[in-house]
């Protein structure tokens, strides 16, 4: 899948030898096009409309030129984008909570000090976690749908405070009229029976982190005596596909395995259905983070991944690659993101002393705290609402803004200092995943219109519109 990728204004067309795609900032909106419409918008955005058709003119297509633009203009290709004006303060919907600072796994590359940030290893109390759940439900506004999801650490260390909190949040929804889901971030290692008969009658939804086959897993995210991790999950997961057959991993991928089909096929062989990878972010003078070059590197190993994902699709195998499946949603539904998560603007992490965040990754971080639960203090809020990624000066003109919308908060602050400032080798990989999810989708849409339909009519996945946090890992 060799194509060329070029920005024109806020658009960008793909192009390979066959295919024209042209793709639509304004709202994600993907269209097959010949290629007098291609040359026609690149010169309207270098000359302007009346200089571009006094240059086509000198043509013999004209009057196919004149076709086209109607057609531009009719599909609002030539309007300027509108303005997107924030809200000046967000309900808060989503409550990822830490309810527990302690881990039996020692990631090497752990942000959160081995689960406990740099702390001493603690679990939240119950009047903690009533008063979180209580906060939420006040601070929601009139929202209906909440969120809560169990962090650490391992959550699964404290899943009697779980079990009680579950009770206690849809007691208070049944009483209030609203909904509450569930969900967890776990490292997969304490899936007993009773544990998996819990999840599934409280239909808490799960995301696992594993990094791929036993090589990998066993290096990377060892348990604390240093014994490799895979052979537990491997069996402890088994009981849970049981009962989810379609789970997702979440992997860290290191420099130390690049393959990007190796970590996948490694997940795929334990039982998971949909992988989400991202790369590492890397701690100071951390041996084993990606170089520029490795990030140039990745790219192929993404075409190779979309290759075999889209085949896959075709014949029928289950598959889910979710760094593509979020692109083809997003032209799917017309999503337009301009905020990468809902961290600080309608979710907060709690951790274990009442501490709130804007989310699970700054836990412990002061210049990223909202106060605590008996005294919050939302400062904070106000100042991420407006750097929304039309106001970045690095994203404002970047043609895959609404569907990155400005990268992770905290990828950007540990890359460059600055939450809104992006990792460039980072901007460069996310582009060149979207181009190649857009290729697949014009694939999938010419062979299987159906399938698309099927796929993503009835989809809601978490990570879009910031109902999320998207990048969750313990
Ligand atoms: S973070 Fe990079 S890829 Fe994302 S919108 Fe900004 S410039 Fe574009
Ligand atoms: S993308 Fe996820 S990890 Fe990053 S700032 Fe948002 S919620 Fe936090």
Not at 406 to 413: A, I, L, Q
């Given at each position: 899948m060799t194509v060329e990728v070029t920005s024109i204004g806020d658009h960008v067309s793909i192009d390979d030898?066959?295919?024209?795609?042209?793709?639509?900032?304004?709202?994600?909106?993907?269209y097959r096009i010949e290629l007098i419409t291609r040359k026609l918008l690149v010169l309207i955005h270098d000359y302007g409309i009346e200089a571009a058709r006094s240059l086509i003119k000198e043509d013999d297509i004209e009057n196919v030129a004149e076709e086209k633009l109607s057609e531009l203009k009719e599909n609002k290709f030539l309007d300027p984008l509108p303005e997107f004006v924030p809200q000046e303060t967000s309900p808060i919907m989503f409550a990822s909570l830490n309810v527990s600072h302690d881990c039996n796994l020692n990631c090497r590359y752990c942000y959160g000090g081995g689960g406990t940030y740099a702390g001493d290893p603690c679990h939240m109390s119950t009047d903690v976690g009533e008063l979180a759940v209580d906060?939420?439900?006040?601070?929601?506004?009139?929202?209906?749908?909440?969120?809560?999801?169990?962090f650490g650490g391992e959550p699964l260390l404290n899943v009697k405070?779980?079990?009680?909190?579950?009770?206690?949040?849809?007691?208070?929804?049944?009483?209030?009229e609203k909904k509450v889901r569930f969900s967890m971030t776990s490292n997969g290692t304490l899936f007993t029976d009773e544990i998996v008969a819990f999840l599934k009658e409280s239909n808490i939804g799960v995301l696992v982190s594993m990094d791929g086959p036993k090589h990998v897993q066993d290096v990377n995210r060892p348990f604390r005596n240093g014994k490799g991790s895979y052979d537990v999950i491997a069996d402890r997961l088994q009981s849970l596909l049981a009962v989810r057959p379609h789970l997702?991993?979440?992997?860290?991928?290191?420099?130390?395995?690049?393959?990007?089909s190796t970590l996948?096929?490694?997940?795929?062989?334990?039982?998971?259905?949909?992988?989400?990878?991202?790369?590492?972010?890397?701690?100071?003078?951390?041996?084993?983070?990606?170089?520029?070059?490795?990030?140039?590197?990745?790219k192929d190993e993404y075409d190779k991944l979309g290759h075999i994902f889209l085949e896959n699709i075709l014949n029928g195998t289950p598959f889910g690659f979710s760094n593509i499946l979020r692109t083809l949603s997003a032209i799917y539904t017309s999503g337009v993101r301009h905020y990468p998560c809902g961290a600080g603007k309608n979710l907060m992490a709690v951790d274990p002393m009442g501490g709130i965040y804007i989310c699970h990754r700054f836990v412990g971080m002061e210049d990223f705290s909202m106060g605590t639960l008996n005294d919050p203090d939302f400062s904070i809020q106000k100042r991420l609402l407006q750097a929304h990624v039309d106001a970045r000066d690095e994203c404002r003109n970047c043609w895959a803004r609404h569907l990155c919308a400005?990268?992770?908060?905290?990828?950007?602050?540990v890359y460059?200092?600055?939450?809104d400032r992006p990792h460039s080798p980072r901007c460069s990989l996310f582009k060149h995943i979207a181009a190649l999810s857009m290729v697949i989708f014009s694939k999938l849409h010419e062979?299987?219109?159906?399938?698309?339909?099927?796929m993503f009519r009835k989809h809601e996945p978490s990570y879009r519109r910031g109902e999320f946090p998207e990048d969750e890992r313990t």
């Open positions: 030898d066959a295919t024209h795609l042209l793709f639509n900032t304004a709202d994600s909106g993907l906060r939420l439900f006040e601070w929601c506004d009139d929202s209906e749908l909440l969120g809560i999801n169990f405070l779980i079990q009680h909190l579950v009770s206690y949040a849809t007691e208070r929804a049944h009483a209030e997702t991993a979440r992997a860290t991928l290191t420099k130390d395995c690049m393959s990007l996948v096929d490694g997940l795929r062989d334990v039982g998971f259905t949909y992988v989400h990878v991202e790369p590492l972010t890397p701690y100071e003078n951390c041996p084993f983070a990606l170089s520029e070059e490795d990030f140039e590197t990745l400005g990268s992770c908060w905290y990828d950007n602050y460059s200092g600055a939450i062979k299987d219109k159906a399938l698309l339909d099927k």
